[in-house]
């Protein structure tokens, strides 16, 4: 893992915003278009949605670092060091479908393919073995960033993400004789224990998800 990579690339990013401001105009400009559901904690809602952001780009290479420690502590590293590479490469050379954006606003498609990743499989590790691969839950955070980036070219993001993942596990993949093992290792306190440091991370940064208001409001 490049992890001192993309926190090089993050930084560099950093610095193109503080001199261009790309984000914080973007961001600006969707304030007041944001879905009903999105719920900010603060008045100050540009703000808000830049810690958010930043925070969120921030966390890819501290989740792929992590996830990288915790497999090898909990003996699962094979399987999980591919999706770890792929997320990482989201980075260091995206897809031609994000080419060309620069700063923050471009890297908050970046991580979101590389959360989504994440996300996906372990989806489909659920699916299969009732435990996720990775125990770190960022759907609402997801939600958030999909919403920021705005359709139809976050749905595009989603579609890259699925092909990437069905390159890597096909159901044949869960066949093996040592889902059980994994599964059990999925399960081990000490593997659990090592991803409570990892709050949820919108609800930290004071952006929600009211589904349920929004529904009754409609």
């Given at each position: 893992?490049?992890?001192?990579?993309?926190?090089d690339?993050?930084?560099?990013?950093?610095?193109?915003?503080?001199?261009g401001?790309?984000?914080?105009?973007?961001?600006?400009?969707?304030?007041?278009?944001?879905?009903?559901?999105?719920?900010?904690?603060t008045?100050n809602?540009?703000?808000?949605?830049?810690?958010?952001v930043?925070?969120y780009?921030?966390?890819?290479?501290?989740?792929?670092?992590?996830?990288?420690q915790?497999?090898?502590?909990?003996?699962i590293?094979?399987?999980?060091k591919p999706?770890?590479k792929?997320?990482?490469?989201f980075?260091?050379?995206?897809?031609s479908?994000?080419?060309?954006?620069?700063?923050?606003?471009?890297?908050?498609?970046?991580a979101?393919?590389?959360h989504r990743l994440?996300?996906?499989?372990?989806?489909?590790y659920?699916?299969?073995?009732g435990?996720?691969l990775?125990?770190l839950?960022?759907t609402?955070?997801?939600?958030?960033a999909?919403?920021?980036i705005?359709?139809?070219?976050?749905n595009?993001?989603?579609?890259?993400?699925?092909?990437?993942?069905?390159?890597m596990l096909?159901d044949?993949?869960?066949d093996?004789?040592s889902?059980?093992?994994?599964?059990e290792r999925?399960?081990?306190p000490?593997?659990?224990?090592?991803w409570?440091?990892w709050?949820c991370?919108?609800?930290?940064?004071?952006?929600?998800l009211q589904?349920?208001?929004?529904r009754?409001?409609?």
């Amino acid at each position: 893992m490049n992890i001192s990579a993309l926190r090089d690339l993050i930084q560099r990013a950093q610095e193109h915003e503080a001199h261009g401001g790309e984000l914080a105009r973007l961001l600006d400009g969707q304030l007041n278009h944001l879905h009903p559901s999105i719920h900010l904690s603060t008045s100050n809602g540009s703000d808000v949605l830049k810690r958010f952001v930043v925070a969120y780009i921030e966390q890819v290479p501290e989740v792929l670092e992590a996830a990288n420690q915790v497999a090898r502590e909990a003996g699962i590293e094979a399987q999980i060091k591919p999706v770890l590479k792929v997320a990482e490469q989201f980075f260091l050379q995206p897809p031609s479908l994000v080419a060309g954006h620069e700063g923050l606003d471009g890297l908050l498609d970046e991580a979101y393919l590389a959360h989504r990743l994440v996300e996906e499989v372990n989806d489909r590790y659920i699916a299969h073995l009732g435990q996720p691969l990775i125990p770190l839950d960022t759907t609402v955070a997801n939600l958030i960033a999909h919403q920021l980036i705005g359709e139809p070219f976050a749905n595009q993001l989603d579609e890259a993400v699925h092909h990437a993942v069905e390159g890597m596990l096909s159901d044949a993949s869960f066949d093996q004789s040592s889902v059980v093992a994994y599964r059990e290792r999925l399960s081990d306190p000490q593997t659990e224990s090592a991803w409570k440091r990892w709050p949820c991370l919108s609800r930290r940064l004071g952006v929600e998800l009211q589904l349920a208001e929004s529904r009754a409001a409609s």
